[in-house]
């Protein structure tokens, strides 16, 4: 019987010692459809096997949840969220030697806001990009057409309930204060009063306001709105609609910069604990690849950080792009990268009574 017991008990050390060398496979926490199988390709194709993933429809979510204890090896918000991220302990810093494709990513999306701290850590790796402005039906609203592209479309009283706009406060107000002048990401409180005085004009304006682009896109097609707020994946989505003919444009006003936010990778405090570090690494570096960046352009119309990208991309695909893929760098520096407003709590808080019409 103590034969027959050892060997049972050695049975059960060896199955559990097999299985211990058995690695977990890494986990990103990302956005909806973040997840998809060409940006995790690259990490299947190196591991003969699929990471974990998991996603979110917002950041405030995400940042809910992980402080309250749910953790993956990746995550990945826009760069707007990385500095409370990191003030509460949820990432750690890169280390970029790690990554096949930094050196892919142009200079000013590596050295944009987010990426380093002051000490020159790196907490950031930007993945896509995409941008904010108006789009705008030339048939319906023609005075707006090419080098008449102005903002000010939002607020003329002929189209005074024909209007769409985002109900984010991180797209609105940015865009509302850049327009007169005011630089939302150093805003005095004046300055603030003034820009709330065109956000309830923006109000009265507008025939809807929401965060739901699919509804923005509608109201486009449908001819209910000449002019809307919106990322530039909607204005592909219109010119890739074959039942809507109307011409539209996506606003670059002449003496106005628009905004380019940047999502990306960001890695977790807790990466390397149960799972190799490496595999981490991997799994940034599967979302920066080429097929990647490739899927980006071909079938979400935004930029791929790794510019390697546009040189597979389509032709069909890349007139659609809005950035000048010839010189990604110069195009980007005439636009004006997303940052986290001060008081965004407060700035929050005001602009919803302003939309309830109670401010």
């Not at 992980?66 to 707007?80: E, F, H, I, K, M």
């Amino acid at each position: 019987m103590k034969i027959i017991r050892d060997i049972f008990i050695s049975i059960l050390f060896l199955s559990g010692f097999s299985l211990s060398l058995k690695a977990e496979e890494a986990h990103l926490y990302t956005w909806v459809d973040q997840d998809d199988v060409p940006f995790i390709q690259y990490y299947i194709d190196k591991y003969g096997a699929e990471p974990k993933t998991s996603v979110f429809e917002d950041e405030d979510e995400a940042f809910a949840k992980l402080r309250a204890g749910y953790s993956a090896d990746v995550y990945g918000p826009c760069s707007y969220e990385i500095p409370r991220w990191r003030d509460a302990g949820l990432i750690q810093p890169i280390d970029v030697s790690k990554l096949e494709h930094w050196q892919k990513i142009p200079a000013s999306l590596r050295n944009m806001p987010g990426v380093y701290d002051d000490k020159g850590q790196v907490w950031f790796i930007p993945h896509l990009f995409g941008n904010t402005s108006v789009i705008v039906n030339t048939k319906l609203a023609p005075e707006y057409a090419g080098e008449n592209n102005s903002w000010d479309i939002l607020w003329d009283p002929k189209y005074k309930g024909r209007i769409g706009v985002l109900a984010g406060a991180v797209d609105t107000i940015p865009l509302v204060a850049a327009h007169i002048g005011v630089n939302a990401y150093n805003m005095s409180d004046d300055e603030w009063e003034k820009v709330k005085v065109k956000l309830r004009e923006l109000v009265v304006q507008a025939r809807l306001i929401t965060n739901v682009t699919g509804e923005l896109e509608s109201a486009m097609a449908q001819g209910e709105v000449v002019a809307v707020e919106a990322w530039n994946d909607s204005y592909n989505n219109l010119i890739w609609d074959e039942e809507f003919t109307d011409t539209v444009e996506y606003m670059q006003p002449k003496n106005q910069k628009i905004f380019s936010w940047v999502c990306g990778f960001a890695l977790s405090s807790v990466a390397g604990k149960d799972t190799p570090i490496e595999k981490a690494y991997a799994l940034i570096d599967s979302g920066l690849s080429v097929g990647a960046a490739q899927f980006l352009i071909e079938d979400w119309g935004y930029a791929p950080a790794n510019a390697d990208g546009f040189g597979v991309a389509s032709e069909e695909a890349l007139e659609l792009m809005i950035v000048d893929t010839s010189d990604v760098d110069a195009w980007l520096a005439n636009t004006i990268f997303q940052e986290v407003m001060p008081n965004l709590d407060k700035i929050v808080e005001e602009w919803e009574l302003i939309r309830a019409g109670v401010d």
